[in-house]
């Protein structure tokens, strides 16, 4: 069997905060959502929010996690428009811009922010990634 990563979960210090921010990005909570967790769907991979404690608590990471610990998730959009227009409503929602959309060395078009938890986040247009009217990426063999 192949593995397929069906679920991120970001760590939080406050779950009703960081659902009310990604909800301004526009994800729709999902009713599988607790008073100490909350599920979005977000294309076809389930993006979580759980507080750090609980989360290193479950998986028994004391000591092992500081900051956002070296991860980018990514959000791939259809044009360089899209990009800009993503990164205005993170920004309006109450994201840190850490950079501005821009020409990316690799050909495409970028530019990155964080939550209020410290989640960095790329926005970015591939031209060399089709992206399937349902957001999913045909990525080269």
Not at 43 to 72: C, F, H, M, P, Y
């Amino acid at each position: 069997m192949s593995p397929h990563i069906s679920l991120v979960t970001l760590c939080v210090a406050d779950i009703a905060k960081a659902t009310s921010f990604y909800e301004r990005l526009g994800l729709a909570k999902s009713s599988a959502s607790q008073e100490s967790v909350t599920f979005f769907r977000a294309g076809s991979v389930v993006l979580a929010l759980w507080t750090r404690e609980e989360q290193v608590e479950d998986a028994k990471a004391e000591g092992l996690w500081t900051g956002n610990g070296g991860i980018v998730v990514a959000m791939n959009c259809a044009s360089e428009s899209e990009v800009d227009a993503m990164l205005d409503k993170a920004r309006a929602a109450g994201a840190t811009i850490l950079k501005p959309a821009e020409k990316a060395s690799w050909g495409g078009y970028n530019g990155y922010f964080a939550d209020a938890d410290g989640n960095v986040w790329e926005v970015a247009y591939n031209p060399f990634w089709p992206m399937q009217e349902n957001g999913r990426i045909d990525l080269p063999e």
